[in-house]
């Protein structure tokens, strides 16, 4: 499986501001994916990163709140926008596999968010 | 319905029994379906999948798969204290989508007593 590596691993941050994630992998990938996982919930898929084009989002997340960036085939970035205590969650990305078959999906360590 | 279900638990089992953990899907037309580990604090990590109806076997572990009944199992034999952990069942939906987009049932909490 690919090696994915987030940035930053946790953060605590104030109402209103702003986070980054960044989300590097050791090989190029077509897709990657951006899940929300609250505490104590699954995870929930927020978009689907492609590069060259732009996110596809699922229901319920919007691009003004979570912006995502795709450079290049191996990183990506999700921004947490105006936050509220409500995005507290563990934010990961992850890879479709490459051995096996491209519908498993391999995650990254995840980012834990505090909001205060 | 929700589109991927499992009991949430928490699911107790002595150290060396059997842990049966279970999972139902929406879509009859699904074709593969995972089983992911997460230990607390931790991110998910893939440790079943299977794509044709009937047990697959990798070490302890045993998947199960019935899509007239559109269920899926996972059995744990020989139960360790270090297997306690919550297991989430995924499900690509729609399957053949061009996305993979990935459905997870909200987990079962699994304790393994010593």
């Known amino acids: 499986s690919a090696v994915i590596s987030q940035k930053p691993s946790r953060d605590i941050c104030q109402r209103g501001t702003s986070l980054t994630i960044q989300c590097q992998v050791d090989?190029?990938?077509?897709?990657m994916f951006w899940y929300r996982q609250q505490p104590g919930q699954s995870l929930t898929l927020i978009a689907t990163?492609?590069?060259?084009?732009?996110?596809?989002?699922e229901s319920g997340f919007v691009i003004d709140k979570f912006p995502i960036s795709r450079p290049n085939l191996t990183f990506s970035t999700l921004t947490v926008s105006n936050m509220s205590p409500e995005d507290s969650s563990i934010y990961l990305c992850?890879?479709?596999?490459?051995?096996?078959?491209?519908?498993?999906?391999?995650f990254g360590p995840g980012t834990r968010l505090t909001v205060l | 319905q929700k589109e991927v279900e499992q009991n949430s638990g928490p699911l107790s089992v002595p150290e060396g029994a059997i842990a049966s953990l279970n999972c139902t899907y929406s879509?009859?037309?699904?074709?593969?379906f995972f089983w992911y580990r997460q230990y607390s604090g931790k991110s998910p990590e893939l440790i079943m999948f299977?794509?044709?109806?009937g047990d697959k076997e990798d070490g302890r572990f045993t998947a199960q798969l019935n899509k007239a009944s559109q269920y899926v199992s996972l059995l744990i034999r020989d139960s360790q204290p270090s297997d306690s952990a919550t297991y989430l069942c995924?499900?690509?939906?729609?399957?053949?989508?061009?996305?993979?987009?990935?459905?997870f049932g909200t987990g079962t909490l699994l304790a393994v007593q010593p």
């Open positions: 990163a492609n590069q060259g084009s732009e996110a596809t989002y």
């Open positions: 299977i794509y044709s109806n």
């Open positions: 995924a499900v690509p939906l729609p399957y053949g989508g061009a996305t993979n987009k990935l459905i």
């Open positions: 090989s190029q990938v077509t897709m």
């Open positions: 879509d009859r037309g699904s074709q593969s």
């Open positions: 992850s890879v479709p596999g490459l051995a096996f078959s491209t519908d498993t999906q391999y």
